[in-house]
């Protein structure tokens, strides 16, 4: 058994999909069919971090006279191992849930999606286990692909379409950095790799590059304004790819880089600030979000804030860990969430209320999510933020670490309003018809919800296997946390459970927030930067381009034309010809 | 007799058959005056095997006389095509190929 | 050195009355004598077979196939002969152009008879291919010309 397995069985399952179109139109049947190979791929991901195993295949893929320009292949090692079992575990859940979340979906529609699902699985695998960075960067748009073929699954609504258009518009912007970044290290090193020793200011200038690629994938302010839109797509589709998965392979494209990052400390410094204010604003703006999937959009925003904020310590543990714990804990949140619109029909969190006593399940799941999404000591959350905060504190990154404390009260006291707000309270219109979800449903919520609590407990036997160190102390920082997360939770109890302290509500700062002022920002760039851009490139592009290609044209036709006249169609003309060319032969040999 | 007195006695020929080619205005009169050209040709074949002493002159004669009797069957079959479509054998007459 | 002058004389003679006479019938008869003197010439050069072959094949079948052409096109009066002055100086540019990349070539007076056995050795042999090639290119022109010829409606 080996890592091609985890390439071979999605794209099959995709392609056999997408040419097999009866199969792909029995929508519940192909669902199915995905989803057993979405389990099979997580059996062999957890066999294969159990072995403990390392492999390398490096096919030459771009060969130049003997030098391999660039390969593909899988490189299986602790760190790809153990995002391998994230990928498939969630995916796996994601997928068996769709089939009870998406079980009203039209045939064609649900095979569709499914397809899309089994593709999605081997981009991310095989950017998970990309053995260079020109895989990674491949693979990297292929997940984009299919983030821009899920978030339009609804395509018909107009919405949707303009949400997975923004998403490739965003990300492709900052992939400029990426490319570029790429072919700045390919200019220095002749390759793709990423643990060649560079020199500081080459490596300053590829982290800087790639950073801004990250910065788009994991929707790091301002590049952010994408993933909020990109909740259009189905719920189950936000959990895996704009929650768990996808959004976290910017984190990972930092991790699987850290030689790049970690010999450019100007650019680490830049990361934890950037992560800061993203930790923080994204907390900020999730507060006065109504919508439940959009509180969670912006804290899954805020959280990838924290691991490049944690990354950017100059220590990989802390960011990497809580991207593992946060996949676990979001997807589950994201699950809950849609199970919360699938009992209720809506996405307003004001139209619910008291949805506990209909569905106590969810409530539960959520209610676990929340817990250690807000960092509660015990669960996932905690132990990675904490290590997160730690290393900050260590690395004298004050700043980053102020606002990441503050965005931890917050991240406890917005997820407290989104449970008191939805399941406690007297019961609303909505809520008096809804119903438990059903098993299926429920069961990946429930697997889910054990990694989601108990992860954390793991940290240790997981930094020995990266080859770290991880042993749990109680710091000041720590404290510190412990304090904002249990105040955030007590203050949002106060404010929306018990419905005290209602001069909690920052109507003006809402107001503001509410209305995007990034996304304005970049409207307006892009109105006056851009378009009077493409306007000067078309007119160049018509009259330039165009006028070059129709007076070559002009000229033949012309030519043509003139030429035409030559041919009189006179026998004896063409014999005039002939000795014009004899009598030139002759005067050639005289020449001689 | 030298070379140089055959070669110039056939390019004489071969003027004498460019001329009428191209003063002719009857297309049988045409392929008339490619006939001597050919002739024209063959003579220097002729004398440069004999003065070359190599028998491939006189070879090559040999297969320009068939390549010639080709030409005129085909030649003259196209003259009574063009006589009896354009009514006329004026080499003037026929202008489908005028661009 | 006067049997080729002699023989020139008729060829160049004839030649000029068969480019010059009006009427049809009589170019061709003409033409017959051109190509008769030709036989002359190959004959001075010591190239009998040539001559037979020229006075046989070509001199007969040419002439021939021409009056048969004349006959069978009745080709209406021929108009007069035009652009006479520029055929002129064309031909006048071709004849000394040829003359004097004959007259840089070196020259030669002594020639070499050419065995009537021995062409008929290299034609059978090295020449084989060409030789066929030639039946096949007469044979598929026997065919066009029948084709091109024959009336469409018959």
Redesign the interface.
Known sequence: MSAALLLALPIAMFALLAVCWPLRHTGRFAGMLSAAVAVACFGIAVALFASGRSELYEYPWLVRSGHVIASVGWRLDPTSASMLIVVTAVAACVQIYSLGYLSHEPPKDLGRYFAWQSLFIFAMVGLVVAPNLLQLVGCWELVGLCSYLLIGYWWRKPSAGKAAVKAVWVTRFADIGLMTGIVVLYGATGGFAWDHVLAPQVATAVAALLFVGVMGKSAQMPLHVWLPDAMEGPTPVSALLHAATMVAAGVYLVVRAWPIFHAAPDVLVVMSWVGGVTAFTAACIALVQTDIKKVLAYSTCSQLGYMIAGLGSGEMLGGYLHLTTHAFFKALLFLAAGSVIHATGTNDIREMGGLWRKAPWTAGLFGAGTLALAGIPGFAGFFSKDLLLEELFEAGRYGPLVLCLAGAGLTAFYMTRVMCLVFSGEQKERVHHAHESPFVMLAPMLFLSVPAVAAGWFAGPFAERLGLEYHFSVTPVGGIATIFALGGVGLGVARYGIGQLTWLAWPAAATFLASAPVDRLWAAAWRQGLLPFARAAGWFDRYVVDGLINLSGWVALEGGERLRLLQTGKVRDYVYAAVVGVVLLAAWGAMQ | MTLHAVLIVAALMFCIGLFGVLTRRSLVSVVLSVELMANAANINLVAFSRFGNHPWGQAMALFAIALTVAEVVVGLALVILIARTHGSTDADVPSALKG | ?IP?AVA?LV??GS??M??RTRD?VH??LW?GL??VA?AG??V????G??AA??VL??TG??VT??L???M?????A???????L???L???????????????SP??????H?ETQ??GA??LNQ?AL??EV?SA??LV??I???V??R?KDA
Not at chain 3, 72 to 76: F, H, I, K, N, S
Not at chain 3, 92 to 103: C, D, K, M, P, R
Not at chain 3, 107 to 112: I, P, Q, S, Y
């Open positions: 050195m080729f020139s060829l160049l030649g000029v068969a480019v049809l170019a061709v033409l051109a190509l030709t010439i190959y001075t050069m010591d190239a077979f040539m072959i020229q094949l070509y079948g040419i196939l021409m048969f052409a004349v069978l096109a009745r080709p209406d021929e108009a007069a002969p035009n652009g006479q520029r055929a002129a064309a031909v006048a540019a071709v004849f000394a152009g040829v003359v004097s990349v004959v007259l840089r020259d030669a007076t002594t020639g070499a050419i021995v062409l290299v034609i020449l060409p030789f030639l290119l007469l022109a026997m066009g010309a029948i091109l010829a009336k």
